[in-house]
C-alpha cells in the first residue's frame, strides 16, 4: 500500500486522510467499525515497510492498532505500557478486562495514570489479538529472566514495554496498515462512546485522559442524524406517552 500523504507531516499529529464524513459514519455505525478494524488486522499483515514481519510481529502489529481503538489512548500512551513484573497492566475481573494507562497531559498529578474497563463479550472480537499477544510477550519476557538477562532488560526501560518500539516506528506501521492517521481511531472511539454507548462528557474526560472539556471538542462529531437519534429516544420521557 503506497500513500502519498506520508509525505506530508501534517499526518503525524491530528489530521487524518480519509473525509471527516467516513470517520463519523464509523462513529455510528458498530458493524462498519468492527469491518474497519479487522480490515486494519489484514492490512497490517502485509509488508508495507520491506520489512519482514513474521507471525509473532504480525500480531503484535494487529494488537497495537486494536488497543488503540479499544481504549482511545494517545499512541505515546499505549507504547508506555509497562511489563515489569507484579504490573497488571491489564487483568480480568468478572466479565471486564481491564486496561491501565498512563496518562500523559497530566504528568503533574501523583496518580497519572487511568483504568479502562473493556466487556469482553461485546467487544471480544478486538480483544482476541490483544489477548494472545499479551500472553505470548508475558512468557517471552518471563523466559529472557529465568536466563539471566534480568539485568540487560532493566537498562533499558523500553526493553520492558508492552510495544518495545520507538514511537515513529508505531506510527510507520500504522500509517500504512491503517490508510489514515492513528489518532483517527481515538476520535472514532470517542464518539462512539458518546453517540453509542452514552457516556457524558464527565465519562468521555475520565476514559480519554482529558483535562477540559474543550479538549473533547474535535473529537465529538455530531450531525442530524445523531440529534434525531436522540430525540426519539428521549421523546417520550419529555412529553409523557399521549397518542
Same mark, same amino acid.
Given at each position: 500500500m503506497k500513500n502519498e500523504n506520508l509525505k506530508n @507531516?501534517?499526518?503525524?499529529h491530528s489530521i487524518f486522510y480519509k473525509d471527516l464524513s467516513d470517520? %463519523?459514519?464509523y462513529s455510528r455505525d458498530y458493524n462498519k467499525i468492527k469491518d474497519l478494524i479487522c480490515d486494519i488486522n489484514e492490512n497490517i499483515k502485509s509488508n508495507p515497510l520491506k520489512i519482514t514481519f513474521n507471525k509473532y510481529d504480525q500480531l503484535r502489529n494487529q494488537a497495537l492498532a486494536n488497543i488503540l481503538f479499544i481504549t482511545g489512548g494517545r499512541i505515546s500512551e499505549i507504547l508506555d505500557i509497562d511489563m515489569k513484573p507484579n504490573a497488571d497492566k491489564i487483568y480480568k475481573r468478572e466479565d471486564f478486562l481491564y486496561f491501565t494507562i498512563p %496518562?500523559? =497531559?497530566?504528568?503533574n498529578l501523583k496518580n497519572n495514570s487511568r483504568v479502562i474497563p473493556i466487556h469482553i463479550e461485546g467487544e471480544k472480537w478486538a480483544l482476541d489479538p490483544i489477548v494472545k499477544y499479551y500472553n505470548l510477550r508475558q512468557i517471552e519476557l518471563r523466559k529472557k529472566l529465568d536466563e539471566g538477562w534480568g539485568s540487560w532488560l532493566?537498562? =533499558? @526501560?523500553?526493553?520492558?514495554?508492552?510495544?518495545p518500539m520507538c514511537r515513529m516506528y508505531a506510527y510507520d506501521i500504522l500509517t500504512w496498515g491503517i490508510g489514515m492517521n @492513528?489518532?483517527?481511531l481515538r476520535k472514532i472511539r470517542t464518539t462512539l462512546l458518546m453517540n453509542n454507548m452514552g457516556f457524558n462528557i464527565p465519562k468521555l474526560m475520565r476514559v480519554g485522559g482529558w483535562a477540559s472539556p474543550d479538549s473533547l471538542k474535535p473529537y465529538m462529531n455530531i450531525n442530524t442524524i445523531d440529534?434525531? =437519534?436522540s430525540i426519539k429516544e428521549n421523546i417520550k420521557n419529555f412529553i409523557g406517552d399521549k397518542k
Open positions: @507531516p501534517d499526518i503525524y470517520i %463519523t459514519s %496518562t500523559k =497531559k497530566k504528568r532493566l537498562r =533499558k @526501560p523500553k526493553r520492558l514495554k508492552l510495544f @492513528p489518532h483517527a440529534l434525531e =437519534k
